[in-house]
């Protein structure tokens, strides 16, 4: 069946999953095996070692590209294992140009792992996409940005980024993790690779750490299965499974999502508490023409600033929820709320956090699928 053609609900529940042919079980099996029989050497089924490929990790790959209307996809043993491969498509010399707000995991890597390689990176503010022609020359390869960004919502106009990079020859890399496929596609609007924490959204339970890469070019693809296999990021058959188990309800979790979002947002606008609030669904953010454009809908994501809140106050606020738990990632169908300073973007240097609004009184919601009058009642007591 080719699920590739249709729907997203569909390809969510389907794509990549045929009936096992050895017994016909419908739910892809979990082949725990590390190794696979040969007839005479070299006489195989077409896998060998489960370190490049797996059938039950193979389902989850196809089913993943098809939710991001690619051809490709490869799972990895986290989101930085995927970011990882990336980064080894480069050599010493090579430049790269991304957001001045990124997920702080991204920005550890490229600053303290990849830049002792000879990388350099470029960390720009993406809201005007032309500043990236200022800092393009004969050393740059790829561009890599996110959006909707970490922590702060803001929105990059994937279609102009992709069109710069598309007229210089460059390699664009979407970060979708915060969208999710079922909210925002990348590769329809030009991008080269999409790139995912699967642990978020797509997982979508919290039971996982996963990551992956979904692409069109069979070349690329080659040389990224190459990495794959060569350093060996990838994951394991149960932790396969279990994503391609949540994959089934990504549509329905995304809606829920989206409604509780929208709803949490509204009532946190004009809460006395709240300074900032930080969600592209506002008519007033100041993206929200691009999210429009290039979102299905808004999400659950959302940040605030606490009016007259210093860390302390911050800090007590944080710790007084019931529903939502204090903890860091996101996407999973529990509310989550995390302090972005001390938590996800501890590694990121102060002045630089401040640069892109990650201030001491922010607070970061990951707003999950319980019933929403729970959850504004649990953020009206918090915030009393
Ligand atoms: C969590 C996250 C990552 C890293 O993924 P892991 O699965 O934790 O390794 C990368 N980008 C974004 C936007 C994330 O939220």
Redesign the pocket.
């Known amino acids: 069946m080719n699920y590739e053609k249709m729907k997203f609900a569909t390809k969510a529940i389907h794509a990549g999953q045929e009936p096992d042919p050895t017994t016909g079980a419908v739910m892809t099996p979990i082949y725990q095996t590390s190794t696979y029989w040969q007839k005479a050497p070299g006489d195989n089924k077409g896998y060998e070692y489960s370190r490049g490929t797996n059938p039950t990790r193979k389902a989850l790959e196809n089913c993943l590209a098809a939710l991001e209307n690619a051809k490709y996809g490869l799972a990895f043993s986290?989101?930085?294992g995927a970011t990882d491969a990336v980064m080894k498509l480069l050599k010493p010399g090579d430049e790269v140009i991304t957001g001045n707000d990124l997920?702080g995991?991204?920005y550890r890597i490229f600053t303290k792992i990849f830049a002792n390689y000879g990388i350099k990176f470029h960390f720009l503010d993406l809201s005007n996409p032309d500043i990236i022609n200022k800092y393009i020359n004969e050393n740059t390869r790829l561009v890599w940005i996110?959006t909707p960004t970490?922590p702060t919502m803001q929105i990059i106009d994937i279609e102009s980024i992709a069109k710069i990079s598309q007229s210089k020859g460059l390699m664009l890399v979407v970060?979708n993790?915060?969208a999710s496929p079922y909210l925002q596609n990348p590769i329809d609007l030009g991008a080269t690779i999409v790139m995912h924490?699967v642990?978020?959204y797509i997982g979508g339970h919290s039971d996982v750490?996963?990551?992956a890469l979904m692409m069109n070019d069979e070349d690329l693809y080659k040389r990224l299965w190459f990495i794959y296999n060569a350093c060996g990021a990838t994951p394991g058959p149960m932790d396969s499974f279990l994503v391609l188990r949540g994959i089934k309800t990504l549509h329905l979790r995304m809606q829920a999502h989206c409604a509780n979002g929208r709803k949490i947002a509204e009532f946190l606008k004009t809460h006395p508490k709240v300074d900032k609030i930080y969600w592209p669904g506002f008519e007033d953010h100041p993206n929200h023409a691009i999210a429009k454009k290039q979102m299905r809908d808004f999400g659950g994501m959302i940040s605030i600033t606490l009016k007259d809140a210093d860390l302390k106050e911050t800090f007590r606020i944080a710790s007084s929820f019931k529903v939502f738990s204090l903890a860091e990632s996101?996407g999973g169908v529990e509310s989550l709320i995390n302090h972005p300073v001390t938590m996800t973007h501890a590694s990121i240097p102060k002045e630089e956090r401040e640069k892109a609004g990650v201030v001491d009184n922010l607070l970061r919601l990951s707003v999950g699928v319980e019933d929403v009058d729970d959850l504004i009642e649990d953020l009206k007591q918090a915030l009393s």
Do not use: C, I, Q, R
């Open positions: 986290s989101g930085m997920y995991g991204s996110e970490n970060d993790t915060f924490s642990t978020k750490v996963m990551g996101l």
